[in-house]
């Protein structure tokens, strides 16, 4: 191993963008530990983690993913292709095996309200067609997505949306189960069920914790989710 301090790179999901980190990339700053938060296109798991993958080979060492939400099905393809990846940290997030779609985990979880919420866009494509992306109904945004957070309304107008298509698109490999796996999970998560978050998480025998916290849990407690990440950076740089 290297005794280099791992970088850490934070992957945000659906209905999010790269300043959901801010807070986090303080509190690690802080204690030492580079970081950076990459943007994702919220087109596809393995198409979004083809992307980032090529920047995180551009890093020099090794490098800790953490994927929020939807950004966990990314992080688990991009360790496919970046052999500096050398731990994954998975905060209110989807942990797929290969082949399995976010539909598929969905269906598997106990039933929410979340969906209720989403709003489909009819956006054109680059040769002429349409393709549905979907967002959070601003009036929905607080109780399904952001409950403990002051700025929330703030939140729900900087969203990005989702392609419809990426909760269908079937995962590669699982990295998980050659990596060190943590995982944060938001008690009072209203998106991805905490019962579905813990049975993924038992299946990838992750170091598990749960903290008292919406699904935008990285924005409401950045401290924890930091301290957190911090103890998956120690673990990297052995």
């Known amino acids: 191993m290297t005794d280099k301090t791992p970088t850490v790179v934070l992957v945000h999901g659906a209905f999010a963008e790269n300043s959901s980190w801010t807070g986090v990339i303080a509190e690690l700053t802080s204690r030492g530990i580079p970081a950076v938060a990459l943007s994702n296109e919220l ?3 393995q198409y979004d983690g083809s992307r980032i993958a090529a920047q995180v080979r551009e890093i020099d ?14 992080i688990t393809n991009v360790a496919n292709a970046a052999d500096n990846v050398t731990a994954l940290v998975y905060v209110s997030a989807f942990i797929p095996d290969e082949g399995e779609s ?9 039933a929410n309200d979340f969906g209720t919420g989403l709003v489909p866009h009819q956006l054109p494509t680059g040769d002429g067609g349409e393709e549905t992306f979907l967002s959070i109904d601003p009036a929905k945004f607080h109780d399904l997505f952001a ?12 969203q990005r949306p989702i392609a419809a298509a990426a909760f ?11 990596l060190p796996v943590y995982q944060l999970i938001g008690s009072a998560d209203e998106a991805i069920h905490p019962e579905g978050q813990r049975t993924m998480g038992a299946r990838a025998k992750a170091t598990t914790i749960e903290v008292d ?10 401290k924890a989710v930091a301290a957190f990440i911090a103890t998956a950076v120690e673990g990297g740089a052995k």
């Open 213 to 222: 916290g919406s699904h935008a849990v990285a924005v409401s407690q950045p």
């Open 168 to 178: 269908e698109e079937k995962s590669g490999p699982a990295s998980w189960k050659r």
């Open 43 to 45: 087109h596809g798991a």
């Open 102 to 110: 976010l539909q598929d985990l969905l269906g598997s979880f106990p």
């Open 147 to 158: 409950a403990d957070v002051a700025e929330y309304d703030l939140l729900a107008r900087t």
């Open 61 to 74: 060492g090794p490098v800790v993913l953490v994927g929020h939400s939807y950004g966990g099905a990314v």
